[in-house]
């Protein structure tokens, strides 16, 4: 299906990531990732403005263009009673100013038909305590999809999807992990990929700015003390 193209995917060393980085490489597309871990990519780190710069020049210098941008790179995840300055100055770094600027620097290279799809997370709207920096990077991207989407206007498709509770190892669950989901199973990380490919074919054409929460329908249950067995202990 991306026979030609060019996809690139930041944070695809591991986890969703690269199960996206794979399923776009099976799918006939030349991929280049970038990450901090070690491995058989480009290493850098996202939080830092040069590393940033000096992939966007590898991967133009390599392919001449791109179709496909994920933003998919994981902020650190810390609260407020323990999250510094400098945390939650890198959590929005990777998770917001990093998605930002490779799109800025890859704006004159993206190719017709191209595609950015900016990885949130159903924390975007819903929280956990102790969880703010991580939440304000996802709920970051979710807003700069809708104001990339106006930007590119006309060039590029510009989406977010939102994933609840993915096990990156395809573990299967059973019990309550499972059955207190309405699909009854948590999520993998192909249930992310295959949306992702999705947006960035050509049957999504006329999907812009939007966002697609992929949750098993955890974020539209309604839930109250003593309701339907559920119990606040």
Same mark, same amino acid.
């Given at each position: 299906?991306?026979?030609?193209?060019?996809?690139?995917?930041?944070?695809?060393?591991?986890?969703?990531?690269?199960?996206?980085?794979?399923?776009?490489?099976?799918?006939?597309?030349?991929?280049?990732?970038?990450?901090?871990?070690?491995?058989?990519?480009?290493?850098?780190?996202?939080?830092?403005?040069?590393?940033?710069?000096?992939? @966007?020049?590898?991967?133009?210098?390599?392919?001449?263009?791109?179709?496909?941008?994920?933003?998919?790179?994981?902020?650190?995840?810390?609260?407020?009673?323990?999250?510094?300055?400098?945390?939650?100055?890198?959590?929005?770094?990777?998770?917001?100013?990093?998605?930002?600027?490779?799109?800025?620097?890859?704006?004159?290279?993206?190719?017709?038909?191209?595609?950015?799809?900016?990885?949130?997370?159903?924390?975007?709207?819903?929280?956990?305590?102790?969880?703010?920096?991580?939440?304000?990077?996802?709920?970051?991207?979710?807003?700069?999809?809708?104001?990339?989407?106006?930007?590119?206007?006309?060039?590029?498709?510009?989406?977010?999807?939102?994933?609840?509770?993915?096990?990156?190892?395809?573990?299967?669950?059973?019990?309550?992990?499972?059955?207190?989901?309405?699909?009854?199973?948590?999520?993998?990380?192909?249930?992310? @990929?295959?949306?992702?490919?999705?947006?960035?074919?050509?049957?999504?054409?006329?999907?812009?700015?939007?966002?697609?929460?992929?949750?098993?329908?955890?974020?539209?249950?309604?839930?109250?003390?003593?309701?339907?067995?559920?119990?606040?202990?």
């Amino acid at each position: 299906m991306f026979k030609g193209k060019t996809a690139v995917i930041t944070g695809g060393a591991h986890g969703i990531g690269k199960c996206i980085a794979g399923e776009f490489a099976k799918n006939g597309a030349a991929v280049e990732i970038i990450d901090i871990a070690d491995g058989n990519h480009f290493k850098g780190d996202l939080s830092k403005k040069s590393d940033i710069e000096d992939f @966007a020049e590898y991967v133009i210098n390599r392919h001449g263009s791109v179709d496909y941008l994920v933003n998919n790179a994981i902020p650190l995840m810390k609260g407020i009673d323990q999250c510094s300055y400098e945390d939650f100055e890198y959590a929005l770094a990777v998770g917001v100013t990093a998605p930002f600027y490779l799109s800025k620097l890859f704006a004159p290279y993206f190719g017709r038909g191209a595609s950015i799809v900016n990885i949130s997370s159903s924390r975007d709207r819903m929280s956990q305590p102790q969880t703010e920096s991580y939440t304000a990077a996802k709920g970051g991207i979710a807003a700069l999809t809708h104001a990339m989407m106006m930007s590119f206007s006309g060039r590029v498709r510009v989406n977010s999807v939102s994933p609840g509770w993915i096990d990156t190892d395809f573990a299967v669950y059973e019990g309550a992990d499972a059955y207190q989901q309405p699909s009854g199973r948590v999520g993998n990380p192909l249930d992310i @990929a295959n949306a992702v490919l999705f947006l960035c074919s050509d049957k999504a054409g006329f999907i812009n700015g939007e966002n697609i929460c992929i949750d098993g329908g955890m974020t539209r249950q309604m839930i109250y003390h003593n309701d339907f067995g559920w119990r606040l202990e």
